[in-house]
């Protein structure tokens, strides 16, 4: 299968026509990258000086931004550049929704806003557990917030003044990880979510589907010989393109790469199109339970 479907787009509140946007959600919801090459996400001159990885807290890889609570997270930095930091993760914010409500506009109304992120770390060479390791092929699961069925729909932007690509390997489909990786996870202990919910573990319950998805997470990323062997592709984004992908089903590893924006989005499943293709309804296919 095509990994990329590419959409030929300049600006970030491009108007689409129905066609365009029923093939973008298409693509999307059957397991494809929607990649725009040429939708740049400008910084102003004063902006720049945040391309340096001196901004991150030493124990973070990312700072995150909270539009619902308007908090700036994990950044090192005075008080005027805690400011200008924020006001520039609050502009893309503002242009990712822009772009999605247009192109995804069946979406729009159920779309729920989730963290918005400035990655300026190199992602090649940094150390962490085998679990925090994005570069290896994983679907996305968060431990400490729970979507309960939702999708994790994200919206990239490479802002890379150094003309680097942000180099992704993209894995099989997730019907294929799910099959091959259920059969290893373990059963959730009975009384287990509420003793997370308890002590603060997690935001909310964490369902089976949770659960499901946290282990099947954490079992690709521990499988060096699936690591290697699974089918996989190359895929390099480069500077000045940006790209929309739903990371809960599609199978992914951040190789190389610096600078990055980031915001995510929740969608529930009855939103989509066709609810078939999303990871709850294949788990819950395979597993022949209902699991939220
Ligand atoms: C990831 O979601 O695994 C990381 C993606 C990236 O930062 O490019
Ligand atoms: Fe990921």
């Known amino acids: 299968m095509q990994v990329i479907k590419q959409i030929q787009v300049s600006r970030w509140d491009e108007p689409f026509t129905n066609d365009i946007q029923s093939e973008a959600i298409a ?86 806003m989730g963290r918005t992120s400035y990655r300026p770390i190199e992602i090649s060479g940094r150390v962490s557990s085998y679990r925090k390791d994005d570069t290896r092929l994983h679907v996305d699961a968060f431990p400490a917030t729970p979507n309960q069925g939702q999708r994790i729909l994200r919206v990239f932007s490479n802002i890379n003044p150094h003309g680097q690509e942000r180099f992704w390997r993209v894995g099989e489909s997730f019907m294929g990880v799910a099959k091959r990786f259920l059969p290893a996870v373990r059963k959730q202990l009975l009384g287990e979510r509420t003793l997370l919910k308890t002590f603060h573990i997690t935001k909310t319950y964490r369902t089976e589907y949770d659960h499901i998805m946290l282990q099947i997470h954490d079992r690709m990323k521990a499988d060096l010989a699936y690591q290697k062997n699974a089918p996989q592709s190359d895929v390099r984004f480069a500077p000045g393109s940006s790209w929309i992908v739903q990371t809960d089903h599609v199978s992914h590893a951040a190789m190389a790469g610096q600078y990055v924006l980031e915001q995510t989005f929740y969608l529930p499943v009855n939103a989509m199109q066709n609810p078939e293709h999303s990871p709850l309804h294949i788990l819950e296919t395979l597993t022949g339970r209902t699991l939220t």
């Not at 997270?73 to 520039?88: F, G, T, V």
């Not at 772009?99 to 995804?104: A, D, I, P, R, Y």
């Open 27 to 112: 693509a999307t919801e059957s397991g494809k990258i929607l990649l725009f090459p040429t939708l740049p996400f400008t910084l102003t001159p004063d902006e720049q000086r945040f391309l340096s990885p001196i901004y991150v807290d030493s124990k973070a890889k990312n700072i995150s931004y909270n539009s619902v609570t308007d908090v700036l997270r994990s950044a090192k930095c005075s008080e005027e550049e805690y400011k200008n930091l924020k006001a520039m993760l609050q502009r893309f914010s503002t242009h990712a929704t822009l772009l999605v409500k247009h192109l995804l506009a069946p979406y729009a109304s159920a779309l729920r």
